[in-house]
């Protein structure tokens, strides 16, 4: 299994509602990571979290909370989002560089749309 | 900080034609990673290509090589019998060594459009 799984796809939400991102994935990675990606723009890094610890957090706004449950589940809380949010929100995993395994692992992103 | 420059915003290539993508990137580390990654218009970010720093030899797969120059800092993405199916954006990008957790550093992309 090398894959991960993004849910929901597909997500349009006021500017008062709170919602979540769930983000999962079954292949031992203990990186996992949140990024942010505007039409024809890389993606932006958001957090990542290292063996469930949160240990990059690229001064993202308070309205988005990150949370990792478990190695294996990456969820990312949404509140009172601005309409300049919206944006395609990718999740990644990735395990050790040690172990030969060097790259990041993307699932296909929940297209988040704020009105 | 590292960074990643792609200096082609758009590329287009016949069908069954080459194509080079280029890249450069800076850092100060000796050890590091360097992916293409292409992300069609489905969405998802699919690793096309990697390369360790540590390897002189430049990584291959299938129809993609690479041509890595670590001194230079370059690190472009051949496209060989180029197929409609590789229309996609294409970001090359930086993973540091040092830890588990290690972001990884995109370029701003290249559209690559093919031409039947």
């Known amino acids: 299994d090398t894959e991960v799984t993004q849910t929901p796809k597909h997500l349009v939400m006021g500017m008062t509602n709170k919602k979540s991102l769930k983000c999962e994935q079954h292949?031992?990675?203990?990186?996992m990571y949140w990024y942010k990606q505007k039409a024809k723009k890389p993606p932006e890094l958001m957090f990542v979290?290292?063996?469930?610890?949160?240990?990059i957090n690229e001064s993202v706004p308070s309205r988005f909370s990150p949370e990792c449950p478990n190695s294996s589940l990456l969820n990312l809380h949404l509140h009172a989002l601005q309409p300049e949010d919206s944006a395609l929100y990718l999740c990644?995993?990735?395990?050790?560089?040690?172990?030969?395994?060097?790259?990041?692992?993307f699932g296909q992103g929940t297209r988040l749309t704020v009105v | 900080a590292q960074t990643v420059t792609q200096s082609q915003p758009e590329m287009s290539v016949q069908e069954a034609e080459t194509v080079t993508l280029s890249c450069t990137y800076d850092?100060?580390?000796?050890?590091?990673?360097l992916f293409w990654y292409k992300q069609p218009p489905s969405r998802q970010m699919i690793l096309v290509i990697r390369?360790?720093?540590?390897?002189?030899q430049n990584a291959t797969e299938n129809r993609f090589s690479v041509n890595f120059q670590k001194a230079a800092k370059s690190f472009s993405l051949k496209i060989s019998d180029s197929q409609l199916g590789d229309a996609a954006m294409y970001f090359c990008?930086?993973?540091?060594?040092?830890?588990?957790?290690?972001?990884?550093?995109f370029g701003e992309g290249t559209q690559l459009t093919v031409n039947p």
């Open positions: 990644a995993s990735s395990q050790d560089p040690g172990t030969g395994v060097t790259e990041a692992f």
């Open positions: 850092t100060s580390e000796s050890d590091y990673y």
């Open positions: 292949m031992g990675h203990r990186a």
């Open positions: 990008a930086y993973r540091s060594d040092k830890t588990s957790g290690s972001r990884l550093t």
């Open positions: 979290y290292s063996y469930e610890k949160l240990s």
């Open positions: 390369q360790e720093a540590y390897k002189q």
